[in-house]
């Protein structure tokens, strides 16, 4: 079988990729090794449609972040994907973490978000019951349901001709004479442009490439996170998160459509996939929680799931940048590998699929 060009994953990011060179014209098939498409990093996440103060000046998060932003909530409003534009509050517990907050009110200029201060007064009538010094008021942050995202997409896909095969392995892949040579467990096809968005995966994809450099293969860690749901309604109307520690977004709280509440994700790095829940750091957990909000009622908190983030840097270590490479880098025809799509992955993936599709169209 032969088809224009093959996706592989069909999470958030692997879809919007696929409806975007499907709106570009090319026949585009979608390989999904799960039953379900999103079953991964897709459904395991916060839900949170970031606004993008977080990452470094011009990189990939912070560009795909908040052109993904725009483009999702546009998206949304289209489709009728279900989504609120809840607000969120970064919160300095302390007069020592108010320098902090400002670099961070610094950053979201540079990266065009819009923030307010907030001096504890104010962010306290938002949000009685804070820890807080200070807090940035992001008004352009939001929730989706990234299960009707996924089904949005996935429709999208099929109306413009292309499929969705699940329950289906990519085994290999092979550059030969301008042609993909996908291998499955299911049998083999041919394709000129082939993208690597397998996630938690995209590095063994990669690695079974023939040809492909080495060089540009990053080591994949697992960065486990815990969540907790709260019994009973929502204390807060909007997203409270912590200032950043220096590997992740801390645990913060996040809200679903119905309003209630959750609390996650912590940071656990572990050796391999694992979605068992771990309740064994229970009170780490809480103690998390407790800095920002001192009254969490312990005893109402319940474990709720367990997500795995495919992170391209490890223990203390600095946040790492997506990474988008396509023929200019690695020098193989019709390739993009997506490695690192964690956290602002679900905001950014209409963005990111923009990009993959304008480097398939270079010469």
Same mark, same amino acid.
């Given at each position: ?27 585009? &098939? ?86 307010? &201060? ?28 990234? #299960? ?10 099929? #109306? ?16 030969? =004479?301008?042609? &993909?040579?996908?291998?499955?467990? +299911? ?44 019994? =009973?309604?929502?204390?807060?109307? +909007? ?5 950043? %520690? ?5 645990? !913060? ?33 809480? #103690?998390?929680?407790? *800095? ?6 312990? *005893? ?12 391209? !840097?490890? %223990?203390?270590? %600095? ?24 956290? %602002? ?19």
């Amino acid at each position: 079988m032969d088809v224009n060009s093959v996706v592989v994953g069909a999470g958030v990011v692997g879809l919007a990729t696929a409806r975007e060179l499907a709106r570009a014209g090319r026949e585009v &098939w979608v390989l999904e090794a799960n039953e379900r498409p999103g079953e991964g990093i897709s459904s395991r996440n916060s839900g949170v449609i970031h606004a993008g103060m977080y990452y470094p000046t011009d990189s990939l998060k912070a560009r795909c972040c908040v052109r993904g932003k725009a483009l999702l909530y546009d998206y949304c409003r289209a489709r009728g994907v279900a989504h609120r534009q809840t607000g969120k509050l970064i919160v300095a517990t302390s007069d020592e973490q108010l320098p902090k907050l400002r670099k961070l009110q610094q950053q979201a200029a540079i990266n065009g978000v819009a923030v307010s &201060w907030l001096e504890r007064d104010a962010a306290l009538a938002l949000a009685p019951g804070l820890r807080c010094a200070a807090a940035l008021d992001s008004p352009s942050t939001g929730i989706v349901d990234a #299960a009707e995202l996924v089904v949005a997409l996935q429709g999208d896909v099929e #109306a413009a001709g292309g499929k969705l095969l699940t329950r289906i392995q990519v085994q290999s892949a092979t550059l030969r =004479g301008g042609q &993909w040579r996908v291998t499955t467990d +299911q049998g083999t096809l041919t394709c000129r442009n082939l993208v690597n968005a397998a996630g938690l995966g995209a590095q063994a994809l990669a690695t079974s490439m023939d040809g492909y450099p080495s060089a540009l293969l990053p080591r994949l860690h697992y960065g486990q996170g815990h969540y907790y749901s709260l019994r =009973g309604a929502s204390p807060f109307q +909007q997203l409270i998160y912590p200032l950043p %520690p220096a590997a992740s977004l801390g645990v !913060h709280l996040g809200l679903d459509l119905a309003g209630r509440c959750r609390f996650g994700p912590d940071l656990r790095w572990v050796d391999k996939p694992d979605y068992r829940f771990d309740d064994s750091q229970r009170e780490q957990f809480i #103690a998390a929680i407790r *800095d920002w909000w001192p009254d969490v009622p312990a *005893d109402d908190l319940q474990p709720d799931f367990v997500g795995i983030r495919p992170k391209l !840097h490890g %223990p203390n270590q %600095p946040q790492s940048d997506f990474q988008l490479l396509g023929p200019a880098e690695h020098g193989m025809s019709g390739l993009v590998q997506l490695f690192g799509i964690e956290s %602002p992955g679900l905001t950014s993936a209409m963005a990111l699929a923009v990009e993959v599709t304008a480097r398939l169209s270079e010469p």
